[in-house]
C-alpha cells in the first residue's frame, strides 16, 4: 500500500551523512517517497543519496535552501502526477545531516495526520549549544513573535511536516535560509495551525572559524530580509501549541 508522507533533504556536500540520513528516513512510518535535492554539492551528496533509495534532484549550482525546498515539493508533486488518484503526500522536510537520527522525526508528522495541526516545528529534545552565541536564533524568534505574537522555541529548525495546503500557503519562500521564519509567520498569518513537536534529533553543530561565521552572517541575512517583508499583525489566538 503506499505511503502518505514524502521526506523532503535539501542537502549540499553532505556525502558523508546523507546515506544515513536517507536510510533512517526510509525508515519512517509512512515515508514511501525520499527526495534528495543536491544544491550544487562538488562532492558525491548526489551520487550516495541515490544508492541509498532517494530520488534525487540536482540543481547545477547552489541555490539555497528555499530554492532546494521549492524544487523537492515540485519533484513530489511530479512523482504523484504519474500515479493517477493518488492523494498528495503530507510533506515533511529534514535536514541532509540528521545522519541516522532522522528514525525519531517520525512523532513530526502525528498531529498533521491527526488534522490537530497544520505544520509542525521540531523542537530538539539535545539542546546544548555547540558554537555560536544565538544572534540569528534570537533574531528569529522576536521577528516571529513580533508579527504574530507567539515566539517558537527553535525558530530556525528545519525539521517541519505540513499538508500540502500549508506549503502552498507559504509560496514563494523566503530567500535562502529564511525559509522558515518566513513559513511560520505566513501561516499563522493566514490562521493555520503550527505546533511544536520535541524529537530527539541531532545533527552536525555548527563551529566557531571563519566559515562557520560566514555562514552565520548568510543566515543572519536571510533571516532578517524575510522578517522586514512581513507586516507585523497578531495571529489568530489560540493557533499555536507546544507538545510535550
Do not use: Y
Not at 95 to 109: E, F, T, V
Request: charged share 20%; hydrophobic share 45%.
Amino acid at each position: 500500500m503506499p505511503g502518505d508522507m514524502a521526506v523532503i533533504i535539501p542537502a549540499r556536500n553532505e556525502s558523508d551523512r546523507i546515506g544515513a540520513t536517507v536510510t533512517a528516513a526510509l525508515g519512517l512510518a509512512g515515508a514511501d517517497l525520499v527526495v534528495v535535492v543536491d544544491d550544487g554539492s562538488r562532492d558525491a551528496t548526489g551520487a550516495v543519496a541515490a544508492r541509498a533509495g532517494a530520488r534525487v534532484v540536482r540543481h547545477p549550482r547552489g541555490r539555497g535552501k528555499a530554492a532546494a525546498m521549492e524544487s523537492g515539493a515540485r519533484a513530489v508533486a511530479g512523482i504523484e502526477s504519474a500515479e493517477p488518484g493518488r492523494s498528495p503526500h503530507l510533506l515533511l522536510f529534514l535536514d541532509a545531516d540528521l545522519g541516522a537520527s532522522a528514525a525519531h522525526a517520525g512523532p513530526l508528522a502525528e498531529p498533521v495526520r491527526a488534522g490537530t495541526a497544520d505544520m509542525t516545528i521540531a523542537v530538539f529534545t539535545d539542546t546544548v549549544r555547540r558554537g555560536g552565541f544565538g544572534i540569528v536564533t534570537a533574531t528569529a524568534g522576536a521577528g516571529i513573535e513580533r508579527a504574530t505574537g507567539w515566539r517558537p522555541a527553535q525558530p530556525l529548525n528545519g525539521q517541519r511536516c505540513l499538508t500540502r495546503a500549508a506549503f502552498a500557503a507559504a509560496l514563494p519562500l523566503a530567500r535562502g535560509w529564511g525559509a522558515e521564519a518566513g513559513m511560520t509567520i505566513d501561516l499563522l498569518r493566514r490562521g493555520m495551525r503550527v505546533t511544536e513537536v520535541e524529537v530527539p534529533l541531532t545533527h552536525r553543530a555548527t563551529g566557531n572559524d571563519w566559515r562557520s561565521q560566514l555562514h552565520r552572517l548568510g543566515q543572519l541575512r536571510d533571516v532578517t530580509l524575510a522578517l522586514a517583508a512581513r507586516v507585523r499583525v497578531r495571529a489568530p489566538a489560540g493557533r499555536s501549541a507546544a507538545v510535550r
